[in-house]
Every structure is written in C-alpha cells, then in structure tokens.
C-alpha cells in the first residue's frame, strides 16, 4: 500500500510504527456554523480512509477533535446573543446529524478544545521553559526562529512565507510570524486561569495536545484539507517536535478543495453550500458517491448538473445490485456451471483484485468504483445471457458477486443494496409491500386471472413503478 506523504511530496510504502495497527488523526470542524460540502468531503475522505485499513486487517485507532474555543465562535455567539461554548456545542450536535446522513462512522474519539485546557497549559509551560516559546502582555507566542526545521511541510522558508502573508504588525513578537499559543482574555470571551492570567488557547496547540494525548508522540497519520498544509500543520509539527523531542506524524494526508466555479468553496468567500441543504435535493448515497467520484487529492467543481449526474451513475450500480437481489431469491444452487459461469467467476476475482490495487495505490476511490462499473458491465452481460438461453443463473455465482461488492460497498460507506431512485425512507419502505404484490400478480398469471394481474401491473406503473417480465420472474424499480 502506498499513499502520497505531503511531508516527503511523493508517494511512499505505508508502514506504520506498530505492526497490525494504525493511529490517525484528522482536524475536525470550527464549529459555528452547519457544515458544507467543503467541510464534508475531509470528513467522508478519511472515513474512507479508515474504512479501507481496516479492510485490508488493521486496528486503527482514529481521533477527530471540534474545535470550540474560537474567535469565529465568538463572533457567532455575540450574533445570536449566547453564550460560545453554548453555540459551538448546538453545532457540533448538527454536525453529526449531517455525518450520520452521509454515513460517516464516529471517531473512537472525538475530543473538545474546552476539555483540554488544562493539558494546554502543562504544554505551553514546557514550550517556555525549552525556549521555544515566550509571554508578552499575558500572551505567549511560539517563537519559530529557534525550530531549525520550519517550514519542511509546506516547503517554503520563512522569507518567503512571510513576503506572502499578510502580517498585522504586532510590537510583542520578536518575529512578525510567530504565531499565539495562548491569548490573553478579551472582556466578554471565554476564558480559563494559566500562569499567564486568564486567557484560552491558540488554534494551533490544540491540535498538538489532543493528538498526542490519544495516539502518543508520535503517530502513524494525521489527515485534513489541503488549505491546512499552512499555517495550521506547519506550526503544529514545529510545536509538537519541540515539545516532546521526537518527530511527530510519519505520513500527512491532504484532500483537495472542492471548488465553485474554479474557486475554492468557503465561508469567507460566501460561495458555500451547506451539506443539509444539499441533502434536500439529493440522497445522502449519492453525495458521497460523488465525493468518491474525484481521487482525493483532485479538485472537485461543484455544481447540480455534477450531483445529476453522480446520482445516474450510482443507480447504474443498484439497479445492476438490485437486480441480483432478484436473481437470488428465485436462483438455483444446481444451476448448470458452464462457460458463461467460469467467465462471471473470473471478471468476480478480477475485480477483487482491480479494487484493491486502486485503493492501494493512495486510496483512489475513482479508480475503485470504475473496477464496480465495470463488474455492473460484466454481471449484466452474464445476466442477459442466461435469458437468451431461458436459462436459471448460478446461485453461488450470483452470491460471489453481491457479497464481494457488498464488502467493497462497506469500504466505500455506499450501499448498493437500496436503489438511489427510490425518494425518500417512504419510498423505501414500500418496497415489501410492492414484492408482495408482485407475488399475488404472478399467482394470477399462474392462474391465468389476466384481469387481476393486467390490474396490479397497471396501478403499480401509476403510482411510479416500473415491471419487467423476465424468464426469471418480475423485476421491478421506481421509474
């Protein structure tokens, strides 16, 4: 398995520290506002990234913090007229809400800034008290002249990080990039007591402290999007190896924006959508289906007409799914294992291996659902074979293949088995009740009751359901 390490820029052998398991870490949201689709496509990326280390048999142990202490919180909160541990609280219960949709597992862990604040200061102290770090005005500041190695992830020296950045002029810092481990309170802020006076901590060491509380001092992955490169996982290596002496995270993950019209989707620039707003217009399936759609590290253009057309391509893969849901209840274990049968075992096998070198080669999801595409090809052709020759399929060949793109459906956090043309959890749940009377129709036509089964096939076709009689027996779907 390989992936592509921001820190060495270029793709490298994954090994982690520990044999059999692996330790991650990805930023989570600010939490003040709902998320959007930029904010979900880190958090859908590094589930899948999970999701497929342990398919391939690792125990991974995988931590996302929220970040609540903030001065956008705090912006926020004096808006709405309450309290900012209040409003970062309200969003993060949001947050999952829009996470489950999307099928997002939960971390082992997902830590909070306000919980931690206590190991921020024992941090900061030691930063101090190694020189790295000094006060100034109740402030402290990370001092980036005395970490030789500044500057190794983004790949840029401190002259030319500091004549592209815009720098307010700040008398306290000896340089002007040195960045805030700990702010001095503001009248109306949160605020905890510190050796420094009350104060809440920088962005930056939060990262630090809660990563190396739950994975230790030096980890396997640490993962977010790629405007985090700079300054956010900069400062957090050069903080984090001063602080304990050690390298940090061995492989850094970074997922490419996703963009409005080429431009990057954000907050600040108001050309964001928020993920539940989305999810009002399309399933949750396929909104993942076209965050997978893209390899990670691409940029991915947001539009309708892009979300259109992923939901088309996903129902080509349930509708092939569905249709060997179909096939196996009326199937036939002593169905006849001829050439078409040893064909449709060796495209199953060959797409095994097709999926997993795709993911392999830095989890390309793109890649690994075209492996799925072409085996929803495969199994279609097989299909319509057997119907030519008015033939039964194979059980266990049908069984092969649904389990295997079963598991990589897990993989993927997609499942297959539930059509993305049905609309809503109505729609899904009729469809028992469609099966049943498809089977009181098909006894009607055993029992030559034409009127009776002409009358189901018709009002099935006015309430939005699609038949198709086959040697096999009714296939159904939402038109």
């Known amino acids: 398995m390989k992936l592509y390490n921001t820190l060495k820029k270029q793709k490298e052998e994954f090994k982690p520290g520990e044999q059999g398991k692996v330790k991650?870490?990805?930023?989570?949201?600010?939490?003040?506002?709902?998320?959007?689709?930029?904010?979900?496509?880190?958090?859908?990326?590094?589930?899948?990234?999970?999701?497929?280390?342990?398919?391939?048999?690792?125990?991974?142990?995988?931590?996302?913090?929220?970040?609540?202490?903030?001065?956008?919180?705090?912006?926020?909160?004096?808006?709405?007229?309450?309290?900012?541990?209040?409003?970062?609280?309200?969003?993060?219960?949001?947050?999952?809400?829009?996470?489950?949709?999307?099928?997002?597992?939960?971390?082992?862990?997902?830590?909070?800034?306000?919980?931690?604040?206590?190991?921020?200061?024992?941090?900061?102290?030691?930063?101090?008290?190694?020189?790295?770090?000094?006060?100034?005005?109740?402030?402290?500041?990370?001092?980036i002249e005395k970490f030789s190695n500044y500057g190794k992830l983004s790949g840029r020296s401190i002259d030319d990080m500091q004549a592209g950045a815009r720098i307010e002029v700040n008398q306290e810092k000896k340089h002007p990039m040195d960045f805030v481990l700990w702010k001095n309170a503001k009248e109306g802020e949160p605020s905890w007591e510190s050796p420094w006076g009350q104060g809440r901590?920088?962005?930056?060491?939060?990262?630090?402290?809660?990563?190396?509380?739950?994975?230790g001092e030096?980890?396997?992955?640490?993962?977010?999007?790629?405007?985090?490169?700079?300054?956010?996982?900069?400062?957090?290596?050069?903080?984090?190896?001063?602080?304990?002496?050690s390298p940090f995270a061995r492989y850094w993950i970074h997922n490419g924006f996703i963009t409005v019209n080429q431009e990057k989707m954000s907050k600040s620039l108001g050309n964001f959508f928020l993920v539940r707003e989305i999810l009002e217009k399309f399933d949750a399936q396929v909104?993942?289906?076209?965050?997978?759609?893209?390899?990670?590290?691409?940029?991915?253009?947001?539009d309708d007409e892009k979300l259109e057309v992923s939901k088309k391509s996903f129902e080509r893969?349930?509708?092939?799914?569905?249709?060997?849901?179909?096939?196996?209840?009326?199937?036939?274990?002593?169905?006849?294992?001829?050439?078409?049968?040893?064909?449709?075992?060796?495209?199953?096998?060959?797409?095994?291996?097709?999926?997993?070198?795709?993911?392999?080669?830095?989890?390309?999801?793109?890649?690994?659902?075209?492996?799925?595409?072409?085996?929803?090809?495969?199994?279609?052709?097989?299909?319509?074979?057997?119907?030519?020759?008015?033939?039964?399929p194979n059980l266990d060949v049908v069984r092969q293949s649904l389990e295997l793109v079963n598991n990589f459906g897990q993989v993927l956090g997609l499942d297959f088995s539930v059509s993305a043309e049905a609309e809503g959890s109505e729609s899904v749940a009729a469809s028992p009740f469609i099966e049943l009377l498809l089977e009181v129709r098909q006894q009607a036509r055993v029992d030559k009751n034409w009127a009776a089964a002409d009358m189901i096939r018709d009002r099935l076709t006015e309430l939005g359901v699609v038949i198709e009689d086959t040697p096999q027996g009714a296939r159904w779907k939402w038109r």
Not at 81 to 92: C, D, H, R, S, V
């Open 24 to 143: 991650m870490y990805v930023c989570g949201p600010t939490t003040y506002n709902y998320i959007h689709l930029g904010n979900a496509r880190p958090i859908v990326v590094f589930d899948v990234v999970r999701r497929y280390l342990e398919y391939r048999g690792y125990q991974v142990t995988y931590i996302q913090n929220f970040t609540d202490v903030d001065d956008k919180i705090i912006n926020r909160a004096a808006e709405e007229g309450i309290e900012p541990l209040q409003l970062a609280e309200n969003y993060i219960k949001e947050y999952f809400k829009d996470a489950d949709q999307l099928n997002v597992r939960r971390a082992d862990v997902h830590p909070k800034v306000s919980e931690h604040i206590g190991d921020i200061v024992s941090a900061v102290e030691k930063l101090i008290e190694d020189g790295y770090a000094y006060e100034q005005g109740g402030n402290v500041y990370y001092s």
């Open 201 to 215: 901590p920088g962005w930056h060491i939060e990262c630090t402290v809660m990563s190396i509380k739950y994975l």
């Open 218 to 245: 030096n980890f396997d992955i640490h993962g977010g999007g790629y405007d985090l490169v700079f300054p956010h996982h900069e400062n957090e290596i050069a903080q984090s190896e001063a602080y304990t002496g």
């Open 287 to 302: 909104v993942r289906f076209y965050l997978l759609s893209t390899h990670y590290r691409s940029p991915l253009d947001f």
């Open 317 to 392: 893969i349930t509708n092939t799914y569905q249709r060997l849901l179909e096939v196996e209840r009326i199937g036939k274990l002593d169905a006849p294992w001829g050439e078409y049968e040893k064909e449709m075992d060796e495209k199953v096998k060959e797409l095994k291996l097709k999926f997993e070198k795709a993911m392999d080669d830095d989890f390309n999801t793109s890649l690994a659902i075209a492996a799925i595409f072409d085996w929803a090809k495969d199994v279609n052709q097989y299909l319509h074979s057997k119907q030519e020759r008015e033939e039964k």
